[in-house]
């Protein structure tokens, strides 16, 4: 599954420019689905058929979508203005380079100078409108050569595999789901199974909407990447998730309170297979399930994810050991509704 996951990350993919993601998707399903649709938003659904047919009809769903930048403006100098695409933090930006639009032209993100910077301007956020990006244009009609107002821009940190276990790469966030729905699509199931490869989750869960209303699931797993902050500073209360802690399983979050019923089943499933598990002890953010879980007349909904430091930033951290333990227990829980 690392080499899947290393190659779904390299891909750009910010949201509403999905194009190259869905693309390595569709062709990696090929041969193994029995039935695949593009829908209007860009959500690629596939279903798989398994040795049973079963009254209700089971999803598994993850995001293409990455969070970055897009375009607004160009100066007259040749820089780039623009505005974030996701929950971006202004603080992580700042030196990183980027890939802009079809040509991925290179870019850096910049802003002014530490030593111009006023003594009651240190020590805050840096404001997305302070910030430039730097394509090495000389005027205005250069960059336009190269740019367009719109083009999205995806950051380009490179993949790294370090310390014990663990993986640096932009994306994790939700490559790592698409990576585990792809091994699953490529294998035999116990039963049929729609899964949902999604668009727009960053900016609204919007293509998370219109695939739930297509497939009308009765129940429905959202397989995601969630925030670790188990960092020296963060005081126990507030590291929300561990590295290194196994597979999350989230009764709620700041989007969904998770089906009571399937909570139990993940929690036991983990228990009785041995699989390292743990919550969130913060109830924030949100995934897909906020939407999948209220669309038509209601659908049973469960999460799990694997703890990422740095999450939504051009380095996030996973432990690929973490990786394998949500892999293992998706399965189960696929297996489990035989």
Excluded at 198 to 207: F, I, K, M, S, Y
Excluded at 298 to 318: D, E, F, K, M, W
């Amino acid at each position: 599954m690392l080499d899947l996951l290393k190659e779904l990350c390299v891909l750009d993919g910010v949201s509403g420019n999905e194009g190259a993601v869905r693309d390595y998707i569709i062709e990696k399903v090929s041969g193994h689905a029995d039935e695949v649709i593009i829908d209007v938003m860009g959500n690629v659904l596939v279903f798989k058929k398994g040795a049973k047919t079963t009254e209700k009809t089971l999803m598994l769903c993850a995001h293409m979508d990455e969070v970055g930048v897009i375009v607004t403006g160009i100066t007259d100098d040749g820089y780039l203005k623009f505005a974030m695409a996701g929950g971006v933090d202004g603080r992580v930006c700042v030196g990183k380079s980027v890939t802009i639009g079809p040509n991925r032209v290179f870019g850096v993100i910049g802003c002014k100078a530490i030593h111009l910077v006023k003594p009651d301007e240190r020590g805050k956020a840096m404001k997305t409108e302070d910030m430039y990006i730097d394509i090495g244009a000389a005027s205005k009609e250069a960059a336009e050569n190269l740019v367009a107002l719109g083009d999205t821009a995806a950051f380009d940190d490179g993949i790294v595999e370090f310390g014990d276990g663990l993986i640096k790469a932009k994306a994790i966030d939700d490559r790592f789901g698409c990576a585990v729905m792809l091994e699953l699509v490529a294998c035999d199931l116990p039963v049929d199974c729609w899964f949902a490869f999604t668009v727009q989750e960053e900016v609204g869960l919007r293509g998370a909407h219109t695939a739930a209303f297509q497939v009308n699931p009765d129940i429905a797993l959202i397989i995601e990447a969630t925030t670790a902050a188990d960092f020296p500073s963060v005081t126990a209360d507030k590291k929300i998730t561990k590295i290194g802690g196994g597979a999350v399983i989230p009764f709620m979050d700041g989007g969904t309170i998770y089906d009571r019923e399937l909570y139990k089943m993940l929690t036991e499933l983990a228990r009785n297979n041995g699989i390292p598990w743990q919550t969130k002890n913060v109830i924030a953010g949100g995934t897909d399930a906020a939407a999948v879980q209220r669309s038509r007349a209601g659908v049973q909904t469960a999460g799990i994810a694997i703890p990422t430091r740095n999450l939504h930033s051009p380095a996030c951290v996973g432990k690929v050991s973490d990786m394998e333990e949500v892999r293992k227990l998706v399965r189960l829980f696929v297996e489990a509704h035989v």
